[in-house]
C-alpha cells in the first residue's frame, strides 16, 4: 500500500516543459527578461516562472540577498533585517540517512552553504534525540522516526562554520525548535561543531528591549553566531539563550499568512510590548507547497509585513522567515527585506538607494527595476541550485501535500 501510495504521488509530480526564447544570452539578462536557462541572467539571478501567478513563460528571477550592513554600516544588530529560512534543514531531493525512505514535508530546495551564500542569515532547525544522537528531523509529538529524520545535526552546524571561517564579516542566527533531552546535547553538538569560537555570550544579550551592540563590534570581537531555543531551563544549564525572552514572533504556519491580521505566536509576549528587541515575523503556510511559494512571495508579502508592521507598533521584522526562498515571479522575498531595510535604515524606498552618510531620506536613484543592482561588498554572487526546473509547469503539488499529510498520520496510527 505504501509503494503504491509513493509511486502516485511520484506520477503526480510530474511535469510538461515549457518553451522559451531568450532575447539575451551568456549572462546578460536581466531582472524579468525572457530567459531560456539560467546562464542566460545575469548574477544573482536565475531562470524561472511562476505559473501559480498567471505566468507561462521562463524569465530571469532574483536568488540573491544583500547585506544590509554594507550598505548602512555601523548600527545596532536589531536595525536590520535578516532574511531566515524555515526548516532550513528539509531540503527537497536530500538523500536519506537512514536507509529508509523519508515521508515528509519539504521547505527549502538547496543546501545550507548555497542558503548562506545567497545571503540567507538566519536557520530554522529542528533538532531531536535520535540514535544516540542529535538529528534534524520533522516529526510529531517530540519523537524522531527514521521515516522523517534528515540528517545529524552535526553535518549542518559544520556547513555554518565553514561558511562563517570563509566569511569573517558575517553574522548568523541559529532558532533551534528543541527536542534534544540528552544532558548538554546542544553544547557537546555546538563544540564539536567547532562553534563556540564564534559564540554571542547569553550573558551580554540584551534583554527589556535594549538595542544589541553594532554588526561592526560584533564582527570586532568575532561574536558572529546567535543561538536560541525553545526550552527556557537551557539558557541557565547550557547558557543558550531562550527564544522569546529575546524576541517576538507572529503565528507560524497559515494563521501568520491571514492577511489583514497579525498575532503573536503563544510562547511570545505581545508584537507591541517592547518586551524584547528583536522581532521574528513567520511568513509560510502550514502545508509547503512548493509550486505555490512564488505567488506566496511575490502576492501578500509586502502587505503582511505593513500588518505585522502596525501590530508591532511601527516595528519592522529583524527576522523575516520563509519556505521555498527563492521562488517569486521576479524580486520577491529579496526585494521585500530590501524595501524594509531602505525605509527603516535610511528612509528610502530600498536598500540600494541609501547614501552612505546622507540624512534620512535623502536617496540616490536606484537601479531601474528590470536591472540588478551591483554587487556591493560584503554581498555574494549567488549560486542557484532548486530542486527541479523552475521553468517547468507542475501538476497542482497541494494535492500531493495532502496526500503526503495523510499517509503520516496513517503511518503514526498504525
Given amino acids: 500500500m505504501l509503494l503504491f501510495i509513493l509511486s502516485t504521488i511520484s506520477l503526480l509530480s510530474l511535469s510538461n516543459s515549457v518553451s522559451a526564447s531568450a532575447s539575451c544570452s551568456s549572462h546578460a539578462c536581466q531582472l ?37 550592513a554594507s550598505f548602512v554600516k555601523g548600527l545596532p544588530f536589531n536595525r536590520y533585517t535578516w532574511l531566515v529560512t524555515h526548516n532550513s534543514f528539509s531540503i527537497v531531493d536530500e538523500p536519506s540517512f537512514t536507509g529508509v525512505q523519508r515521508v515528509t514535508f519539504y521547505n527549502q530546495e538547496d543546501s545550507v552553504t548555497n542558503q548562506l551564500r545567497n545571503g ?26 527514521n521515516f522523517t529524520a534528515f540528517e545529524p545535526a552535526i553535518n549542518t552546524l559544520k556547513e555554518v562554520e565553514a561558511f562563517l571561517s570563509e566569511n569573517p564579516s558575517e553574522i548568523v542566527t541559529i532558532i533551534i525548535e528543541d ?25 551580554e544579550m540584551p534583554t ?27 539558557e541557565a544549564d547550557e547558557g543558550i539563550a531562550y527564544q522569546w525572552r529575546y524576541m517576538v514572533e507572529n503565528e507560524p504556519g497559515d494563521p501568520g499568512i491571514a492577511p489583514g491580521s497579525c498575532s503573536n505566536r503563544k510562547e511570545s509576549q505581545a508584537l507591541n510590548s517592547r518586551y524584547a528587541s528583536l522581532f521574528l515575523q513567520n511568513y ?10 512564488c505567488k506566496e512571495h511575490s502576492v501578500g508579502l509586502a502587505e503582511l509585513v505593513g500588518d505585522c508592521y502596525k501590530a508591532a507598533g511601527n516595528l519592522m521584522p529583524n527576522f523575516l522567515a520563509v519556505n521555498f526562498y527563492m521562488r517569486s515571479d521576479g524580486g520577491g522575498v529579496f ?12 528612509g528610502c524606498n530600498t536598500i540600494t538607494a541609501c547614501q552612505l552618510g546622507a ?18 561588498g560584503g554581498s555574494y554572487s549567488g549560486y542557484v541550485q532548486l530542486s527541479g526546473c523552475t521553468s517547468q509547469i507542475h501538476l497542482p503539488s497541494q494535492l500531493v501535500n495532502k496526500m503526503l499529510y495523510s499517509l503520516l498520520i496513517l503511518l503514526l496510527l498504525l
Avoid at 208 to 230: C, E, Q, Y
Wanted: with cysteine; proline share 8%.
Fill in 359 to 376: 540624512p534620512m531620506g535623502v536617496c540616490k536613484n536606484p537601479e531601474p527595476s528590470n536591472r540588478t543592482p551591483a554587487v556591493i
Fill in 208 to 234: 527589556n528591549g535594549k538595542d544589541w551592540p553594532s554588526v561592526t563590534d560584533m564582527v570586532a570581537k568575532n561574536r558572529r553566531l546567535l543561538v536560541f531555543t525553545s526550552i527556557a531551563s537551557k
Fill in 32 to 68: 524579468l527578461d525572457p530567459c531560456s536557462s539560467s546562464d542566460d541572467c545575469a548574477a544573482g539571478l536565475y531562470c524561472g516562472v511562476c505559473p501559480a501567478d498567471g505566468h507561462s513563460q521562463p524569465s530571469c528571477i532574483r536568488a540573491l540577498a544583500y547585506n544590509p
Fill in 120 to 145: 540567507v542569515r538566519g536557520l530554522m532547525l529542528d533538532m531531536y534525540d535520535f540514535e544516540d544522537d542529535i538529528w534534524l528531523c520533522h516529526s510529531f509529538q517530540g519523537q524522531c522516526y
Fill in 284 to 293: 509560510f503556510p502550514t502545508i509547503p507547497v512548493q509550486n505555490e511559494a
Fill in 179 to 203: 527536542y534534544v533531552h540528552a544532558p548538554k546535547g546542544l553544547t557537546k553538538l555546538f563544540t564539536n561543531a567547532g562553534l563556540l569560537k564564534y559564540w554571542y555570550p547569553v550573558s
Fill in 335 to 346: 526585494d521585500v527585506q530590501d524595501k524594509i531595510n531602505g525605509l527603516n535604515l535610511c
